[in-house]
Protein backbone atom coordinates (compact mmCIF):
# COMPACT_ATOMS: atom_id res chain seq x y z
CA UNK A 1 0.00 0.00 0.00
CA UNK A 2 1.02 3.93 -0.12
CA UNK A 3 3.45 5.44 2.59
CA UNK A 4 3.65 8.88 3.09
CA UNK A 5 7.06 10.07 4.75
CA UNK A 6 6.69 14.10 5.60
CA UNK A 7 9.60 16.07 7.12
CA UNK A 8 10.39 17.97 9.20
CA UNK A 9 8.51 17.35 11.50
CA UNK A 10 8.62 20.71 13.29
CA UNK A 11 9.63 23.98 11.61
CA UNK A 12 10.18 27.14 13.61
CA UNK A 13 10.62 30.55 11.13
CA UNK A 14 10.42 34.31 11.59
CA UNK A 15 7.47 36.08 10.30
CA UNK A 16 7.71 37.23 7.13
CA UNK A 17 10.33 33.92 6.26
CA UNK A 18 9.31 31.32 3.90
CA UNK A 19 8.47 27.83 4.96
CA UNK A 20 8.86 24.69 3.39
CA UNK A 21 7.33 21.44 4.03
CA UNK A 22 8.53 18.32 2.41
CA UNK A 23 6.51 14.39 1.54
CA UNK A 24 7.24 11.31 -0.51
CA UNK A 25 5.49 8.76 -1.47
CA UNK A 26 5.44 5.27 -2.65
CA UNK A 27 2.97 4.15 -4.71
CA UNK A 28 3.56 5.45 -8.40
CA UNK A 29 -0.10 5.03 -8.90
CA UNK A 30 -1.12 7.76 -6.54
CA UNK A 31 -2.48 10.67 -8.65
CA UNK A 32 -4.06 13.39 -5.87
CA UNK A 33 -2.29 15.24 -3.43
CA UNK A 34 -3.90 17.15 -1.10
CA UNK A 35 -2.40 19.28 1.84
CA UNK A 36 -4.55 19.69 5.24
CA UNK A 37 -3.93 22.57 8.28
CA UNK A 38 -4.84 21.80 11.93
CA UNK A 39 -5.26 24.50 14.14
CA UNK A 40 -5.29 23.40 17.88
CA UNK A 41 -8.76 21.50 18.71
CA UNK A 42 -10.16 21.91 15.32
CA UNK A 43 -10.04 19.16 12.18
CA UNK A 44 -7.50 19.30 9.10
CA UNK A 45 -8.77 21.52 6.82
CA UNK A 46 -7.54 21.98 2.68
CA UNK A 47 -5.18 24.56 2.12
CA UNK A 48 -4.20 22.96 -1.53
CA UNK A 49 -4.23 20.23 -3.26
CA UNK A 50 -2.27 18.96 -7.08
CA UNK A 51 -2.97 16.50 -9.44
CA UNK A 52 -0.37 14.16 -11.08
CA UNK A 53 -0.98 16.11 -14.65
CA UNK A 54 -0.01 19.39 -12.93
CA UNK A 55 3.37 20.42 -11.49
CA UNK A 56 2.98 23.34 -9.44
CA UNK A 57 -0.15 25.39 -8.39
CA UNK A 58 -0.48 28.70 -6.24
CA UNK A 59 -2.77 30.28 -4.06
CA UNK A 60 -1.65 33.85 -2.88
CA UNK A 61 1.26 32.85 -0.54
CA UNK A 62 1.10 28.88 -0.38
CA UNK A 63 1.79 26.61 -3.15
CA UNK A 64 2.70 22.70 -3.89
CA UNK A 65 5.23 21.46 -6.54
CA UNK A 66 4.91 18.06 -7.13
CA UNK A 67 7.47 15.33 -8.85
CA UNK A 68 5.82 12.48 -10.11
CA UNK A 69 9.43 10.92 -11.34
CA UNK A 70 10.85 11.32 -7.86
CA UNK A 71 7.44 10.39 -5.94
CA UNK A 72 8.33 13.84 -4.19
CA UNK A 73 5.74 17.11 -3.41
CA UNK A 74 6.20 20.12 -1.20
CA UNK A 75 4.11 22.63 0.27
CA UNK A 76 5.69 26.62 0.26
CA UNK A 77 4.57 29.22 2.33
CA UNK A 78 5.91 32.66 1.83
CA UNK A 79 5.87 35.73 3.83
CA UNK A 80 4.83 33.48 7.03
CA UNK A 81 2.32 35.28 9.56
CA UNK A 82 1.43 33.77 12.66
CA UNK A 83 -1.51 32.91 11.92
CA UNK A 84 0.13 30.61 9.81
CA UNK A 85 1.49 28.56 12.98
CA UNK A 86 -0.35 24.60 13.26
CA UNK A 87 -0.19 21.44 11.65
CA UNK A 88 0.64 20.83 8.30
CA UNK A 89 -0.44 17.15 6.78
CA UNK A 90 0.63 16.03 3.18
CA UNK A 91 -1.62 12.98 1.90
CA UNK A 92 -1.87 10.97 -0.97
CA UNK A 93 -4.65 9.18 -2.35
CA UNK A 94 -4.27 5.18 -3.03
CA UNK A 95 -5.95 2.87 -4.90
CA UNK A 96 -7.78 -0.66 -2.79
CA UNK A 97 -7.52 -3.98 -3.94
CA UNK A 98 -11.17 -3.10 -6.05
CA UNK A 99 -9.60 0.22 -7.55
CA UNK A 100 -11.32 2.40 -5.54
CA UNK A 101 -8.60 5.70 -4.92
CA UNK A 102 -10.55 7.53 -2.47
CA UNK A 103 -8.79 6.57 0.31
CA UNK A 104 -6.29 9.06 1.63
CA UNK A 105 -2.73 8.24 3.02
CA UNK A 106 -1.28 10.68 5.52
CA UNK A 107 2.17 11.78 6.62
CA UNK A 108 3.19 12.59 10.01
CA UNK A 109 2.33 16.14 10.40
CA UNK A 110 5.02 19.20 10.79
CA UNK A 111 3.93 21.40 13.25
CA UNK A 112 4.99 25.02 11.84
CA UNK A 113 5.68 27.74 14.44
CA UNK A 114 5.62 31.32 12.77
CA UNK A 115 7.82 33.64 15.65
CA UNK A 116 6.44 37.04 15.76
CA UNK B 1 -23.22 25.74 3.48
CA UNK B 2 -22.60 23.99 6.49
CA UNK B 3 -19.43 21.77 7.19
CA UNK B 4 -18.80 18.63 8.49
CA UNK B 5 -20.05 18.00 11.93
CA UNK B 6 -19.57 15.36 14.46
CA UNK B 7 -20.53 14.72 17.81
CA UNK B 8 -19.86 14.29 20.19
CA UNK B 9 -16.66 16.68 20.34
CA UNK B 10 -15.04 14.92 23.36
CA UNK B 11 -15.56 11.26 25.11
CA UNK B 12 -14.19 9.95 27.91
CA UNK B 13 -15.38 6.59 28.77
CA UNK B 14 -13.99 3.26 30.99
CA UNK B 15 -12.53 0.12 29.53
CA UNK B 16 -14.95 -2.42 28.22
CA UNK B 17 -17.77 0.88 27.38
CA UNK B 18 -19.31 1.53 24.46
CA UNK B 19 -19.18 4.29 22.72
CA UNK B 20 -20.76 5.87 19.75
CA UNK B 21 -19.49 8.61 17.37
CA UNK B 22 -22.17 10.81 14.86
CA UNK B 23 -20.99 12.21 11.58
CA UNK B 24 -23.34 14.50 9.82
CA UNK B 25 -21.44 15.34 6.37
CA UNK B 26 -21.99 18.04 4.06
CA UNK B 27 -25.56 18.37 2.89
CA UNK B 28 -25.09 16.09 -0.86
CA UNK B 29 -22.14 14.35 -0.55
CA UNK B 30 -22.25 10.83 -0.93
CA UNK B 31 -18.99 9.61 -0.28
CA UNK B 32 -18.42 9.38 3.84
CA UNK B 33 -14.87 8.59 5.38
CA UNK B 34 -13.81 7.46 8.93
CA UNK B 35 -10.22 8.41 9.67
CA UNK B 36 -8.37 7.96 12.90
CA UNK B 37 -5.28 9.66 14.51
CA UNK B 38 -3.57 8.26 17.31
CA UNK B 39 -1.53 10.45 20.07
CA UNK B 40 2.01 11.56 17.47
CA UNK B 41 0.72 9.49 14.97
CA UNK B 42 -0.62 10.38 11.62
CA UNK B 43 -4.21 10.51 10.52
CA UNK B 44 -5.22 6.99 9.41
CA UNK B 45 -7.98 5.80 7.39
CA UNK B 46 -10.41 3.59 8.68
CA UNK B 47 -13.14 3.15 6.08
CA UNK B 48 -15.20 4.64 3.28
CA UNK B 49 -19.00 4.87 2.54
CA UNK B 50 -20.46 5.43 -0.89
CA UNK B 51 -24.10 6.83 0.26
CA UNK B 52 -25.88 3.74 2.68
CA UNK B 53 -22.86 0.75 1.67
CA UNK B 54 -19.01 0.30 2.55
CA UNK B 55 -17.28 0.55 -0.31
CA UNK B 56 -13.56 0.24 1.68
CA UNK B 57 -13.57 -0.86 5.22
CA UNK B 58 -9.99 -1.86 5.12
CA UNK B 59 -8.69 0.14 7.88
CA UNK B 60 -10.85 -0.98 10.51
CA UNK B 61 -8.93 -2.54 13.16
CA UNK B 62 -10.78 -5.54 14.54
CA UNK B 63 -14.62 -6.44 15.00
CA UNK B 64 -14.78 -4.08 18.12
CA UNK B 65 -15.47 -1.38 15.72
CA UNK B 66 -18.98 -1.07 13.99
CA UNK B 67 -19.66 1.57 11.23
CA UNK B 68 -22.78 1.97 9.44
CA UNK B 69 -24.79 4.61 7.56
CA UNK B 70 -28.46 3.70 7.48
CA UNK B 71 -29.94 5.62 4.40
CA UNK B 72 -26.94 7.45 3.18
CA UNK B 73 -26.92 10.42 5.16
CA UNK B 74 -25.54 10.60 8.37
CA UNK B 75 -22.94 7.70 10.01
CA UNK B 76 -22.52 6.39 13.15
CA UNK B 77 -19.03 4.28 14.44
CA UNK B 78 -19.77 2.14 17.46
CA UNK B 79 -16.52 1.04 19.30
CA UNK B 80 -17.59 -2.46 21.37
CA UNK B 81 -15.91 -2.88 24.28
CA UNK B 82 -13.50 -0.05 23.99
CA UNK B 83 -10.17 -0.50 24.49
CA UNK B 84 -7.03 1.73 26.10
CA UNK B 85 -5.74 1.63 22.57
CA UNK B 86 -8.47 2.72 21.15
CA UNK B 87 -8.32 6.74 22.50
CA UNK B 88 -7.36 9.18 19.90
CA UNK B 89 -9.12 11.28 17.72
CA UNK B 90 -11.42 10.10 15.46
CA UNK B 91 -12.06 12.51 12.18
CA UNK B 92 -14.97 12.09 9.60
CA UNK B 93 -14.61 13.67 6.24
CA UNK B 94 -17.25 13.79 2.90
CA UNK B 95 -16.75 14.18 -0.48
CA UNK B 96 -18.81 14.46 -3.67
CA UNK B 97 -15.97 12.91 -6.07
CA UNK B 98 -12.83 11.65 -5.75
CA UNK B 99 -10.47 14.50 -4.01
CA UNK B 100 -11.22 16.86 -2.06
CA UNK B 101 -12.37 15.72 1.45
CA UNK B 102 -13.78 17.82 3.96
CA UNK B 103 -13.05 17.28 7.43
CA UNK B 104 -15.29 17.38 10.54
CA UNK B 105 -13.87 18.87 13.80
CA UNK B 106 -13.43 15.20 15.59
CA UNK B 107 -14.31 13.28 17.96
CA UNK B 108 -11.57 13.36 21.23
CA UNK B 109 -11.94 9.60 22.62
CA UNK B 110 -10.38 8.53 25.77
CA UNK B 111 -10.54 4.98 27.19
CA UNK B 112 -9.28 4.78 30.71
Known amino acids: GENVEQHPSTLSVQEGDSAVIKCTYS??????FPWYKQELGKGPQLIID?????GEKKDQRIAVTLNKTAKHFSLHITETQPEDSAVYFC???????????????FGKGTLLTVNP | EAGVTQFPSHSVIEKGQTVTLRCDPI?????LYWYRRVMGKEIKFLLH????????ESGMPNNRFLAERTGGTYSTLKVQPAELEDSGVYFCASSQTVGTQYFGPGTRLLVL
Open chain 2, 27 to 31: SGHDN
Open chain 1, 91 to 105: AANSYNSGGSNYKLT
Open chain 2, 49 to 56: FVKESKQD
Open chain 1, 50 to 54: IRSNV
Open chain 1, 27 to 32: DSASNY
